[in-house]
Protein backbone atom coordinates (compact mmCIF):
# COMPACT_ATOMS: atom_id res chain seq x y z
CA UNK A 1 0.00 0.00 0.00
CA UNK A 2 1.19 3.30 -0.89
CA UNK A 3 1.71 5.82 1.69
CA UNK A 4 0.99 9.50 1.54
CA UNK A 5 2.23 11.77 3.78
CA UNK A 6 -0.11 13.92 5.84
CA UNK A 7 1.87 17.17 7.62
CA UNK A 8 -0.19 19.54 9.57
CA UNK A 9 1.45 22.69 9.75
CA UNK A 10 0.29 24.79 12.84
CA UNK A 11 1.87 27.90 11.69
CA UNK A 12 1.73 30.81 14.81
CA UNK A 13 -0.82 28.40 16.63
CA UNK A 14 -0.42 26.62 19.83
CA UNK A 15 0.25 27.02 23.33
CA UNK A 16 2.44 24.10 25.18
CA UNK A 17 -0.43 22.95 27.08
CA UNK A 18 -2.80 23.19 23.89
CA UNK A 19 0.07 20.86 22.09
CA UNK A 20 0.05 18.53 24.47
CA UNK A 21 -3.88 18.38 24.58
CA UNK A 22 -3.92 17.85 21.06
CA UNK A 23 -1.42 15.35 20.90
CA UNK A 24 -3.39 13.58 23.74
CA UNK A 25 -6.68 13.53 21.78
CA UNK A 26 -4.95 12.54 18.00
CA UNK A 27 -3.14 9.79 18.78
CA UNK A 28 -5.98 7.29 19.82
CA UNK A 29 -7.53 8.77 16.62
CA UNK A 30 -4.61 7.60 14.53
CA UNK A 31 -2.84 4.64 15.50
CA UNK A 32 -3.88 2.49 12.68
CA UNK A 33 -3.00 4.74 10.13
CA UNK A 34 -0.40 3.35 7.08
CA UNK A 35 -0.45 7.60 6.35
CA UNK A 36 2.95 9.04 8.02
CA UNK A 37 2.10 11.56 9.64
CA UNK A 38 4.12 14.95 10.96
CA UNK A 39 3.11 17.88 12.66
CA UNK A 40 4.95 21.10 11.95
CA UNK A 41 4.74 23.12 15.90
CA UNK A 42 6.05 26.31 16.84
CA UNK A 43 9.20 26.23 18.39
CA UNK A 44 8.19 26.89 21.98
CA UNK A 45 5.73 23.69 21.40
CA UNK A 46 8.43 21.26 20.08
CA UNK A 47 9.67 19.88 23.31
CA UNK A 48 6.38 18.83 24.55
CA UNK A 49 4.32 18.10 21.17
CA UNK A 50 7.77 15.74 20.96
CA UNK A 51 7.83 14.08 24.73
CA UNK A 52 4.10 12.96 24.35
CA UNK A 53 4.42 12.02 20.45
CA UNK A 54 7.42 9.32 21.83
CA UNK A 55 6.47 6.16 20.99
CA UNK A 56 3.60 6.56 18.86
CA UNK A 57 3.34 7.07 14.86
CA UNK A 58 3.47 10.75 15.14
CA UNK A 59 6.31 12.83 14.62
CA UNK A 60 7.31 16.57 15.20
CA UNK A 61 9.18 18.93 13.00
CA UNK A 62 8.74 22.28 12.96
CA UNK A 63 8.18 25.76 10.18
CA UNK A 64 11.74 27.26 9.86
CA UNK A 65 15.20 27.38 10.52
CA UNK A 66 18.47 29.44 10.23
CA UNK A 67 20.99 28.59 7.33
CA UNK A 68 23.85 29.59 9.45
CA UNK A 69 25.23 27.11 12.16
CA UNK A 70 25.29 29.38 14.91
CA UNK A 71 26.10 32.96 15.07
CA UNK A 72 24.98 36.43 15.88
CA UNK A 73 21.23 35.98 13.95
CA UNK A 74 19.08 37.57 17.01
CA UNK A 75 15.66 35.83 17.48
CA UNK A 76 17.11 32.34 14.42
CA UNK A 77 17.18 28.95 15.55
CA UNK A 78 19.67 26.80 13.76
CA UNK A 79 20.00 23.60 12.10
CA UNK A 80 22.28 21.91 15.22
CA UNK A 81 19.92 23.20 17.49
CA UNK A 82 16.89 21.52 16.16
CA UNK A 83 19.30 18.58 15.65
CA UNK A 84 20.19 18.38 19.20
CA UNK A 85 16.69 18.71 20.42
CA UNK A 86 15.96 15.32 17.84
CA UNK A 87 13.69 17.17 15.50
CA UNK A 88 13.72 15.50 12.15
CA UNK A 89 11.51 17.92 9.79
CA UNK A 90 11.45 21.23 9.02
CA UNK A 91 9.04 23.44 6.71
CA UNK A 92 11.44 25.82 4.44
CA UNK A 93 10.58 28.61 2.00
CA UNK A 94 6.62 28.55 3.28
CA UNK A 95 4.62 31.44 0.80
CA UNK A 96 4.38 33.24 4.20
CA UNK A 97 8.00 33.13 4.58
CA UNK A 98 8.35 34.06 1.49
CA UNK A 99 5.85 36.59 1.24
CA UNK A 100 6.33 38.45 5.29
CA UNK A 101 9.81 37.84 5.85
CA UNK A 102 11.34 38.40 2.14
CA UNK A 103 12.49 34.65 1.64
CA UNK A 104 14.24 34.18 -1.84
CA UNK A 105 15.26 31.18 -3.53
CA UNK A 106 18.38 31.69 -2.65
CA UNK A 107 17.64 31.70 0.84
CA UNK A 108 15.65 28.58 0.80
CA UNK A 109 18.44 26.61 -1.34
CA UNK A 110 20.87 27.69 1.49
CA UNK A 111 18.06 26.52 4.31
CA UNK A 112 17.16 23.32 2.16
CA UNK A 113 21.06 22.72 2.09
CA UNK A 114 21.95 23.42 5.87
CA UNK A 115 18.67 20.98 6.90
CA UNK A 116 20.62 18.31 4.88
CA UNK A 117 23.40 18.74 6.29
CA UNK A 118 22.14 18.17 9.61
CA UNK A 119 19.99 14.74 8.88
CA UNK A 120 16.67 17.61 9.05
CA UNK A 121 14.38 16.37 6.46
CA UNK A 122 13.27 19.88 4.63
CA UNK A 123 9.95 19.87 3.32
CA UNK A 124 10.31 22.80 0.83
CA UNK A 125 7.19 24.82 -0.62
CA UNK A 126 6.51 26.07 -3.70
CA UNK A 127 3.39 28.30 -5.43
CA UNK A 128 2.29 30.80 -7.50
CA UNK A 129 0.30 34.18 -6.79
CA UNK A 130 -2.85 34.58 -8.04
CA UNK A 131 -1.68 37.14 -10.40
CA UNK A 132 0.96 34.87 -12.10
CA UNK A 133 -1.50 31.99 -12.09
CA UNK A 134 -3.73 34.32 -14.18
CA UNK A 135 -0.84 35.55 -16.44
CA UNK A 136 -0.38 31.65 -17.07
CA UNK A 137 2.97 31.64 -15.53
CA UNK A 138 2.07 28.79 -13.20
CA UNK A 139 4.34 26.07 -14.60
CA UNK A 140 7.63 28.82 -15.62
CA UNK A 141 7.37 30.22 -11.59
CA UNK A 142 6.97 26.82 -10.16
CA UNK A 143 9.97 25.22 -12.61
CA UNK A 144 12.20 28.27 -11.74
CA UNK A 145 11.50 27.60 -7.96
CA UNK A 146 12.55 23.65 -7.92
CA UNK A 147 15.79 24.72 -10.45
CA UNK A 148 16.93 27.72 -7.89
CA UNK A 149 15.84 25.51 -4.50
CA UNK A 150 17.45 22.97 -5.93
CA UNK A 151 21.25 24.00 -6.79
CA UNK A 152 23.91 21.74 -5.79
CA UNK A 153 21.98 19.37 -3.76
CA UNK A 154 23.32 16.21 -4.68
CA UNK A 155 20.92 12.94 -5.76
CA UNK A 156 21.80 11.41 -2.12
CA UNK A 157 20.41 14.60 -0.20
CA UNK A 158 17.11 13.88 -2.45
CA UNK A 159 16.30 10.91 -0.89
CA UNK A 160 15.31 12.56 2.54
CA UNK A 161 13.64 15.73 0.53
CA UNK A 162 10.15 16.26 0.46
CA UNK A 163 8.39 19.16 -1.91
CA UNK A 164 5.24 20.66 -1.42
CA UNK A 165 3.18 22.93 -3.92
CA UNK A 166 1.19 25.06 -2.18
CA UNK A 167 0.07 27.72 -5.07
CA UNK A 168 -0.39 31.35 -2.46
CA UNK A 169 -3.85 31.83 -3.52
CA UNK A 170 -5.51 29.15 -2.60
CA UNK A 171 -3.75 29.08 1.34
CA UNK A 172 -5.92 29.80 4.15
CA UNK A 173 -8.32 31.15 1.80
CA UNK A 174 -11.09 28.51 1.10
CA UNK A 175 -10.11 28.32 -2.74
CA UNK A 176 -8.53 24.54 -3.24
CA UNK A 177 -6.95 24.22 -6.39
CA UNK A 178 -8.64 21.77 -8.38
CA UNK A 179 -7.19 18.28 -7.34
CA UNK A 180 -6.59 18.22 -11.08
CA UNK A 181 -4.61 20.79 -11.59
CA UNK A 182 -3.00 20.18 -8.14
CA UNK A 183 -2.27 16.56 -9.75
CA UNK A 184 -0.19 17.97 -12.85
CA UNK A 185 1.16 20.33 -11.15
CA UNK A 186 2.82 17.80 -8.58
CA UNK A 187 3.76 15.91 -11.74
CA UNK A 188 5.12 18.69 -13.24
CA UNK A 189 7.39 19.02 -9.97
CA UNK A 190 8.01 15.53 -9.79
CA UNK A 191 9.42 15.33 -13.30
CA UNK A 192 11.19 18.62 -12.98
CA UNK A 193 13.46 17.13 -9.73
CA UNK A 194 13.96 13.76 -11.78
CA UNK A 195 15.68 16.10 -14.68
CA UNK A 196 17.83 17.59 -12.82
CA UNK A 197 18.86 15.03 -9.99
CA UNK A 198 17.61 12.09 -11.22
CA UNK A 199 15.80 10.96 -8.44
CA UNK A 200 12.09 10.47 -6.94
CA UNK A 201 10.84 12.69 -4.58
CA UNK A 202 7.32 13.01 -2.70
CA UNK A 203 5.33 15.87 -3.88
CA UNK A 204 2.66 17.05 -1.03
CA UNK A 205 -0.12 19.28 -2.19
CA UNK A 206 -1.28 22.14 0.38
CA UNK A 207 -3.65 25.37 0.51
CA UNK A 208 -6.87 25.12 1.96
CA UNK A 209 -7.27 21.47 2.26
CA UNK A 210 -9.72 19.65 4.88
CA UNK A 211 -12.04 16.79 5.77
CA UNK A 212 -14.07 17.06 2.84
CA UNK A 213 -11.80 17.22 0.14
CA UNK A 214 -8.62 15.88 1.27
CA UNK A 215 -9.50 12.05 0.20
CA UNK A 216 -10.55 13.26 -3.90
CA UNK A 217 -6.91 15.05 -3.26
CA UNK A 218 -4.66 11.57 -1.81
CA UNK A 219 -6.38 9.93 -4.38
CA UNK A 220 -4.48 11.43 -7.44
CA UNK A 221 -2.03 9.82 -8.92
CA UNK A 222 0.55 12.18 -8.37
CA UNK A 223 0.05 13.81 -4.96
CA UNK A 224 2.13 11.72 -1.84
CA UNK A 225 0.38 13.93 0.40
CA UNK A 226 -1.09 17.11 1.94
CA UNK A 227 0.22 19.73 3.82
CA UNK A 228 -2.73 21.00 6.34
CA UNK A 229 -2.65 24.41 7.71
CA UNK A 230 -6.00 25.71 9.45
CA UNK A 231 -7.23 22.18 9.63
CA UNK A 232 -4.47 20.64 11.40
CA UNK A 233 -5.53 22.50 14.28
CA UNK A 234 -8.62 20.04 15.14
CA UNK A 235 -7.89 16.93 16.51
CA UNK A 236 -10.50 15.15 14.95
CA UNK A 237 -10.64 16.94 11.15
CA UNK A 238 -7.05 15.91 10.92
CA UNK A 239 -7.80 12.76 12.08
CA UNK A 240 -10.13 12.60 9.08
CA UNK A 241 -7.66 14.23 6.94
CA UNK A 242 -5.40 11.26 7.89
CA UNK A 243 -7.22 8.24 7.18
CA UNK A 244 -7.65 9.81 3.50
CA UNK A 245 -6.37 8.75 -0.14
CA UNK A 246 -5.76 5.25 0.02
CA UNK A 247 -5.94 4.68 -3.70
CA UNK A 248 -7.87 2.19 -5.54
CA UNK A 249 -7.07 -1.74 -4.90
CA UNK A 250 -4.47 -0.64 -2.08
P1 LIG B 1 -4.23 26.15 4.84
O1 LIG B 1 -2.64 26.35 4.92
O2 LIG B 1 -4.46 24.64 4.87
O3 LIG B 1 -4.76 26.83 6.06
O4 LIG B 1 -4.69 26.74 3.56
C1 LIG B 1 -1.77 25.51 4.23
C2 LIG B 1 -0.34 25.94 4.47
O5 LIG B 1 -0.08 27.14 4.58
O6 LIG B 1 0.58 25.10 4.57
Known amino acids: MRRNIIAGNWKMNMLPNEAISFIEEIEPLVKDTNNEVIICV ?3 DF ?3 NNMAQGTN ?3 GVQNMHYEDKGAYTGEISAP ?13 HSERRQYFN ?4 IVNKKAKKALEYGLTPIICVGETLEEKEAGKTI ?7 EKGLVDLTASDLDKIVIAYEPIWAIG ?8 DADNMCKVIRDKVKEILDIDVPVLYGGSVNEQNSNEILLKENIDGVLVGGASLDPEKFAKIIYSGHKLGE
Not at 81 to 93: F, P, Q, T
Not at 103 to 106: F, G, I, L, Q, R
Not at 173 to 180: D, R
Open 47 to 49: FYA
Open 173 to 180: TGKVCSSE
Open 58 to 60: IQV
Open 140 to 146: EIITSQI
Open 81 to 93: MLKSVNCKYVIVG
Open 103 to 106: ETDE
Open 42 to 44: PFT
